[in-house]
């Protein structure tokens, strides 16, 4: 698994980084970690893309999936069954988003690896794939001449949490309403439960984590906590056009 890990995350990821410093002599280790997150965001659009517009699509058919669990009310099986013939009708894969945010997390692990001791300002050759050379100069580890990028950082820990909370904000549908003598859903309580959580728990849990690790990670998710907001803002932008 560890061998996995390093072969398609981990040594991916490192060489990426050494390339940019080869081509780019100029760029500090800050520059570089924003230039690789980009690439990554970039690669990863087709799926974030297709994620935002299954949300769009679920909130669009959303009063005739109410309609269908009202109807079934009392058979959950065929309540389960007509949903999922409904998904299928509209071409909607409600599970088709997971993809997109699991496939982050390896990636900020390996970061955090990467830059958990000196970071990329000592080359390990045996690392390196055949095509990438050790660059002839060190790569500067102070972003912007100024930020460490090897030790913890409040602010940009702080950045990452605010990010992640107007994303959270953007993105999060809203729970179902608490209708006055409604008979209790567990799956709208759990709805609601979901939706505070990813709103104001996660960007909690976020800023902790983010500030107990590397700048490095806390620039990572900075950026791609950026481009998630401005890629959701113009997907929704591109749909309203088509609709």
Known sequence: MISFFTAVFYQPIYNVLVFLINVLPWADAGVIIILVTLLVRFILFPLSQKSIRTQLKMRDIGPELEAIKLKYVNDKQEQAKQTMA????????????FFAILIQFPIIIALYRIFLGSGISKIDPGLLY???HVPSHAVSMMFLGFI??????????????????????????????VVAGAQ???????????????????????????????????????????FSICQELFVRWHHKRQS
């Open 86 to 97: 409904f998904y299928k009708q509209k071409g909607v894969n409600p599970f088709s988003g």
């Open 130 to 132: 055949s095509f990438i």
């Open 148 to 177: 460490s990028l090897t030790s913890k950082n409040i602010i940009f820990a702080l950045l990452a949490a605010i990010t992640q909370f107007i994303q959270a904000q953007i993105i999060t549908p809203p729970a179902p309403p």
């Open 184 to 226: 209790k859903s567990i799956g709208n309580d759990l709805a609601r439960s979901m939706t505070f959580q990813s709103k104001y728990v996660l960007p909690i849990m976020i800023f902790f984590i983010a500030f107990a690790v590397s700048a490095a990670v806390s620039l990572y998710w900075i950026v791609s906590n950026t």
